[in-house]
């Protein structure tokens, strides 16, 4: 993985699916040129468990569910702060 750039001098981006270092890079997400997935780089770089790194994509799909099946009347950040006091 000699060609890999990295940001605070620490993460090597690669492809968590494919573990290829065959990348392309913008200023905020990296794509594989293999299996052409999409990663944002704050998520990689602090994601330890690269393995439980979601592509943007899958997160578009997650948010496209989540958005679809809210209650009506209500935003997704409202949707969250329910989720969370339910939690406590």
Do not use: H, Q, R
């Not at 605070?8 to 990348?23: L, S």
């Not at 890079?25 to 439980?52: I, L, M, Q, V």
């Not at 790194?53 to 009347?73: A, D, Q, R, T, Y």
């Amino acid at each position: 993985m000699s060609n890999v750039k990295t940001i605070i001098g620490m993460a090597k981006y690669y492809c968590p699916y494919c573990n290829t270092d065959d990348i392309v890079e913008t200023d905020t997400y990296f794509k594989c040129k293999k299996c052409n997935s999409k990663f944002d780089k704050f998520d990689f770089t602090f994601t330890e468990d690269k393995s439980d790194l979601l592509s943007i994509g899958e997160l578009k799909g997650i948010m496209k569910v989540l958005n679809k099946n809210k209650p009506k009347g209500k935003d997704l950040s409202e949707l969250f702060k329910d989720i969370n006091e339910d939690s406590k």
